[in-house]
């Protein structure tokens, strides 16, 4: 009968235990914890101290007696194991409930010590508020802390896995939380551009960032402890949390005399296997295989441990399995958000690139996480990084719904050696609540295999801190797109438009396009490539990446009339006292923008404010992710008070208090009067129209004087619908009969195909929740844009007064260029 001692439960030892039981059932197994639990969820213990879960009861996975009735293994708690003879092949133990040292021999020892938090000797780390969280011990003095004391304000130091889940719990306990990280981002699994998302979510929730800096020491006095940051700030705290890294509990192998590497890691075979035929070693304390690169590495993870307890109880019963390595797959949730991981990160690329090889490409792309006609479909952004051959090497997902689910996906074709174009010939589960026709790991391969083809050439966000100064940045978005924020020195052509407005550009430079996300930056990339133009590139991840890690520390960095260097809209006169707007009687409004895209949320909000009272209270939700960074800057500049946004559920919120202080622009004195917005209307084609309400609308929604003034075929966008009778001269009839009467006749500039490109783009608007042409006119109208109409071009083209709709102004060109005078933005469409 062979004897099996094994040294530690959690994931590894218990996960041994149980399988080399199923393995042998007349083995004598015999396990030691030096603690008082074998098996507990110990990834669950931040959300016991937060609430979330509400019994301890429920992170006890299994217990002493319960392994021993269902296993016959014995567990013997509260007993550390202080030694070994290899040679005896023994182990000294010491039994701490009672007072007694023993000794036990095996024929096969498996050790799974696991790792312990890192307390590096800082001044005054020893305070009585300052707490590491690993085991349940830990979580029971943390919980019975929190619940008696009460703190106000917690700071976690470290913004790994443990830190950020214990700053959210803290956080839903009523704290006031802060992060310090020595590192210049949280999540180190993930890059930069995508922990920048998590940084700025954090800071949605009112949770106080220190990256790039460390802490010198900590003094404590009366239940309060200063934190002295290296940079020489400090941070007052009621509790002060430690996550700032594991080491390997690897002393008693190391006394023993096996082999241990330079991180204090037990060396192990591929079977997991110590130096000693007879001793295994599995779990945090060992040194893996990176399944990547093929480099030894250190990857402390539940579930890699897990796989290799089950793995060394096969080998141990004689069966020859091997551990083919850690790929470092994991996920974690931060808030609302959702952050996912696998493989390598380009961090690890650049830094170790003679392990992985230097030439890799990566993508980011944003699609939504179902088919954006169903609701609440929300985007997420995945990072795919792969090498010249097409194999994908890692992956990066930040998001708020389906996240997890694309990385295991891309973390399974990983495993067995995919490539983009294997992703792209991946069928996955589709239907409108769950994903998209092309799914967005599909989406992903697509990117990759256009790029690995020469189809598209990427540039990426980092790009622009060395880019030359004759590069041309063309920005392909709309005017109103624009107007919420672009890249500095870049010009604007929206891709509609690019076929006609090519000649702008020098076909000897290169180009760098952007778009949103990306998607029409390739359209446009395409047009210009097939037209003669050799050196353009397209920005992965569009304005969306670019905006995340350059503007939200540094606003100046982006322009736009809401971010622009000449507007700083921090600066305001005439500030009201808040508690004087909020009285008792404020009356709160509920608006559903759910469905709508940008700018039409923020419409819906401007509309809804004007009809309000100061201090009433606007509770919108939205499913455009777009609103949550677009309604704070909207606040500012218009002086309405932002109290609380986020995400609940399926759609994003905001809560908005109408009034608290007038906004002055303080702006250049050239342009400092000269605010509003004038458009000459030349076009009667139905797409121009519509792009004409469309900014027209977000420019008056932005507070903004708007005057539209229509001439010749622009004309026939204000004409009513209905036949009206009015005498003409024969000439007048002609024109007006051959004309379109009303916005329900306009034809489309390019393949109306006799009406059917109309139908089909109507159809496309109601599908997207678009508001039709007809709604935007009059939302226009009801938003305060002036209409005006070419009294003169109505002469020459037959079209009186009685024709047209309601509310239009008649007038000049003194009437459009008095409008321009007081105008920073004229344009001819």
Same mark, same amino acid.
């Given at each position: 009968?062979?004897? @099996?001692?094994?040294?530690?439960?959690?994931?590894?030892?218990?996960?041994?235990?149980?399988?080399?039981?199923?393995?042998?059932?007349?083995?004598?197994?015999?396990?030691?914890?030096?603690?008082?639990?074998?098996?507990?969820?110990?990834?669950?213990?931040?959300?016991?101290?937060?609430?979330?879960?509400?019994?301890r009861s429920a992170l006890l996975v299994q217990t002493p007696e319960g392994m021993k009735e269902r296993f016959n293994i014995d567990v013997r708690v509260q007993n550390?194991?202080?030694?070994?003879?290899?040679?005896?092949?023994?182990?000294?133990?010491?039994?701490?409930?009672?007072?007694?040292?023993?000794?036990?021999?095996?024929?096969?020892?498996?050790?799974?010590?696991?790792?312990?938090?890192?307390?590096?000797?800082?001044?005054? @780390?020893?305070?009585?508020?300052?707490?590491? #969280?690993?085991?349940?011990?830990?979580?029971?003095?943390?919980?019975?802390?929190?619940?008696?004391? !009460?703190?106000?304000?917690?700071?976690?130091?470290?913004?790994?896995?443990?830190?950020?889940?214990?700053?959210?719990?803290?956080?839903?306990?009523?704290?006031?939380?802060?992060?310090?990280? $020595?590192?210049? =981002?949280?999540?180190?699994?993930?890059?930069?551009? $995508?922990?920048?998302?998590?940084?700025?979510?954090?800071?949605?929730?009112?949770?106080?960032?220190?990256?790039?800096?460390?802490?010198?020491?900590?003094?404590?006095?009366?239940?309060?402890?200063?934190?002295?940051? =290296?940079?020489?700030?400090?941070?007052?705290?009621?509790?002060?949390?430690?996550? @700032?890294?594991?080491?390997?509990?690897? +002393?008693?192998?190391?006394?023993?005399?096996?082999? &241990?590497?330079?991180?204090?890691?037990? /060396?192990?075979?591929?079977?997991?296997?110590?130096?000693d035929p007879s001793i295994y070693a599995i779990g945090d304390a060992v040194e893996v295989v990176d399944f990547i690169g093929g480099q030894k590495t250190m990857i402390?993870?539940?579930?890699?441990?897990?796989?290799?307890?089950?793995?060394?109880?096969?080998?141990?019963?004689? !069966?020859? /399995?091997?551990?083919?390595?850690?790929?470092?797959?994991?996920?974690?949730?931060?808030?609302?958000?959702?952050?996912?991981?696998?493989?390598?990160?380009?961090?690890?690329? !650049?830094?170790?690139?003679?392990?992985?090889?230097?030439?890799?490409?990566?993508?980011?792309?944003?699609?939504?996480?179902?088919?954006?006609?169903?609701?609440?479909?929300?985007? *997420?952004?995945?990072?795919?990084?792969?090498?010249?051959?097409?194999?994908?090497?890692?992956?990066?997902?930040?998001?708020?719904?389906?996240?997890? %689910?694309?990385?295991?996906?891309?973390?399974?074709?990983?495993?067995?050696?995919?490539?983009?174009?294997?992703?792209?010939?991946?069928? #996955?589960?589709?239907?409108?609540?769950?994903?998209?026709? %092309?799914?967005? /790991?599909?989406?992903?391969?697509?990117?990759g295999e256009n790029i690995l083809k020469g189809i598209t050439k990427p540039f990426q966000w980092h790009e622009f801190e060395n880019i030359d100064s004759d590069v041309?940045?063309?920005?392909?978005?709309?005017?109103?797109?624009?107007?919420?924020?672009?890249?500095?020195?870049?010009?604007?052509?929206?891709?509609?438009?690019?076929?006609?407005?090519?000649?702008?550009?020098?076909?000897?430079?290169?180009?760098?396009?952007?778009?949103? /996300?990306?998607?029409?930056?390739?359209?446009?990339?395409?047009?210009?490539?097939?037209?003669?133009?050799?050196?353009?590139?397209?920005?992965?991840?569009?304005?969306?990446?670019?905006?995340?890690?350059?503007?939200?520390?540094?606003?100046?960095?982006?322009?736009?009339?809401?971010?622009?260097?000449?507007?700083?809209?921090?600066?305001?006169?005439?500030?009201?006292?808040?508690?004087?707007?909020?009285?008792?009687?404020?009356?709160?409004?509920?608006?559903?923008?759910?469905?709508? =895209?940008?700018?039409?949320?923020?419409?819906?909000?401007?509309?809804?404010?004007?009809?309000?009272?100061?201090?009433?209270?606007?509770?919108?939700?939205?499913?455009?992710?777009?609103?949550?960074?677009? &309604?704070?800057?909207?606040?500012?500049?218009?002086?309405?008070? #932002?109290?609380?946004?986020?995400?609940?559920?399926?759609?994003?919120?905001?809560?908005?208090? %109408?009034?608290?202080?007038?906004?002055?622009?303080?702006?250049?004195?050239?342009?400092?009067?000269?605010?509003?917005?004038?458009?000459?209307?030349?076009?009667?084609?139905?797409?121009?129209?519509?792009?004409?309400?469309?900014?027209?609308?977000?420019?008056?929604?932005?507070?903004?004087?708007?005057?539209?003034?229509?001439?010749?075929?622009?004309?026939?966008? #204000?004409?009513?619908?209905?036949?009206?009778?009015?005498?003409?001269?024969?000439?007048?009839?002609?024109?007006?009969?051959?004309?379109?009467?009303?916005?329900?006749?306009?034809?489309?500039?390019?393949?109306?195909?006799?009406?059917?490109?109309?139908?089909?783009?109507?159809?496309? *608007?109601?599908?997207?929740?678009?508001?039709?042409?007809?709604? *935007?006119?009059?939302?226009?109208?009801?938003?305060?844009?002036?209409?005006?109409?070419?009294?003169?071009?109505?002469?020459?083209?037959?079209?009186?007064? +009685? +024709?047209?709709?309601?509310?239009?102004?008649?007038?000049?060109?003194?009437?459009?260029?008095?409008?321009?005078?007081?105008?920073? *933005?004229?344009?001819?469409?």
């Amino acid at each position: 009968m062979k004897k @099996i001692l094994i040294v530690g439960g959690v994931a590894g030892g218990a996960s041994t235990a149980a399988r080399m039981r199923r393995m042998d059932e007349s083995a004598e197994i015999i396990m030691f914890e030096r603690g008082e639990y074998i098996s507990f969820a110990n990834c669950g213990l931040p959300y016991y101290i937060g609430g979330a879960i509400e019994e301890r009861s429920a992170l006890l996975v299994q217990t002493p007696e319960g392994m021993k009735e269902r296993f016959n293994i014995d567990v013997r708690v509260q007993n550390e194991v202080l030694s070994i003879d290899r040679e005896k092949k023994t182990i000294s133990v010491n039994d701490i409930a009672n007072n007694r040292k023993y000794d036990e021999s095996y024929d096969v020892l498996v050790l799974s010590p696991g790792s312990t938090p890192l307390k590096p000797p800082i001044p005054g @780390i020893d305070s009585p508020n300052i707490f590491t #969280l690993w085991n349940i011990p830990d979580v029971d003095r943390i919980k019975s802390y929190v619940d008696h004391t !009460k703190p106000q304000k917690a700071v976690v130091i470290g913004g790994g896995f443990i830190g950020l889940e214990m700053a959210e719990n803290l956080h839903d306990r009523g704290m006031e939380v802060s992060v310090v990280e $020595m590192a210049d =981002q949280v999540m180190a699994p993930v890059d930069f551009e $995508m922990a920048q998302i998590v940084h700025r979510h954090m800071k949605q929730k009112k949770v106080n960032l220190y990256l790039g800096d460390g802490v010198q020491s900590f003094e404590y006095h009366n239940g309060l402890t200063k934190v002295k940051l =290296q940079s020489g700030k400090i941070v007052e705290a009621d509790i002060v949390m430690l996550s @700032i890294g594991v080491r390997p509990q690897s +002393e008693l192998a190391k006394a023993a005399g096996l082999e &241990i590497n330079g991180r204090g890691g037990i /060396v192990v075979s591929d079977t997991l296997v110590t130096s000693d035929p007879s001793i295994y070693a599995i779990g945090d304390a060992v040194e893996v295989v990176d399944f990547i690169g093929g480099q030894k590495t250190m990857i402390p993870l539940a579930g890699p441990a897990n796989k290799q307890g089950r793995i060394c109880a096969d080998n141990i019963a004689g !069966k020859n /399995v091997s551990y083919k390595g850690t790929q470092g797959t994991s996920v974690a949730k931060v808030f609302d958000l959702t952050v996912s991981s696998t493989g390598v990160n380009e961090k690890s690329l !650049k830094r170790d690139g003679k392990v992985y090889g230097k030439d890799y490409y990566t993508t980011i792309i944003h699609p939504n996480s179902h088919a954006g006609y169903y609701p609440g479909a929300i985007p *997420m952004t995945l990072k795919l990084i792969f090498g010249m051959d097409g194999k994908v090497l890692g992956a990066q997902n930040v998001g708020y719904d389906g996240v997890e %689910k694309r990385i295991d996906v891309i973390a399974t074709a990983i495993r067995f050696g995919g490539t983009v174009y294997d992703l792209t010939e991946l069928e #996955l589960a589709y239907a409108p609540p769950y994903s998209s026709a %092309k799914d967005p /790991v599909n989406m992903a391969g697509f990117v990759g295999e256009n790029i690995l083809k020469g189809i598209t050439k990427p540039f990426q966000w980092h790009e622009f801190e060395n880019i030359d100064s004759d590069v041309i940045i063309l920005d392909v978005r709309t005017p109103l797109e624009r107007e919420m924020g672009y890249i500095e020195n870049s010009i604007n052509i929206p891709v509609d438009d690019l076929r006609e407005r090519m000649v702008e550009l020098d076909k000897s430079k290169k180009i760098v396009v952007y778009c949103a /996300v990306g998607i029409r930056g390739y359209a446009a990339q395409r047009i210009l490539e097939q037209n003669g133009f050799d050196k353009v590139y397209n920005l992965m991840g569009g304005y969306t990446t670019y905006s995340v890690v350059f503007c939200q520390d540094d606003a100046t960095k982006c322009g736009g009339t809401l971010l622009g260097e000449d507007i700083h809209v921090s600066e305001f006169g005439d500030v009201e006292d808040l508690d004087e707007i909020a009285n008792p009687n404020a009356e709160t409004i509920k608006l559903n923008a759910c469905g709508l =895209q940008c700018p039409g949320p923020i419409m819906q909000v401007h509309k809804s404010i004007e009809s309000m009272t100061s201090g009433d209270i606007l509770e919108v939700k939205a499913t455009d992710p777009g609103f949550m960074n677009d &309604i704070g800057v909207w606040c500012e500049k218009t002086g309405n008070t #932002l109290m609380d946004s986020g995400k609940e559920d399926k759609a994003f919120f905001a809560k908005i208090r %109408k009034g608290k202080k007038k906004a002055v622009a303080h702006v250049n004195t050239e342009t400092a009067v000269r605010d509003d917005k004038t458009m000459v209307v030349f076009s009667g084609d139905l797409d121009k129209a519509i792009a004409t309400m469309i900014i027209a609308n977000g420019a008056a929604s932005m507070g903004k004087k708007v005057t539209l003034f229509f001439t010749f075929w622009g004309l026939n966008i #204000l004409r009513k619908s209905e036949k009206v009778s009015v005498k003409k001269d024969f000439v007048s009839k002609m024109f007006s009969a051959m004309m379109p009467r009303g916005t329900t006749k306009l034809k489309l500039s390019k393949m109306h195909m006799m009406g059917m490109g109309s139908n089909m783009i109507r159809m496309v *608007m109601k599908k997207h929740n678009v508001d039709s042409i007809e709604d *935007m006119l009059k939302m226009a109208q009801e938003n305060g844009v002036r209409m005006v109409a070419c009294n003169m071009s109505m002469d020459l083209m037959g079209i009186s007064a +009685e +024709e047209l709709i309601d509310g239009v102004e008649f007038g000049g060109v003194a009437s459009m260029l008095g409008a321009a005078e007081d105008s920073n *933005m004229s344009l001819f469409i």
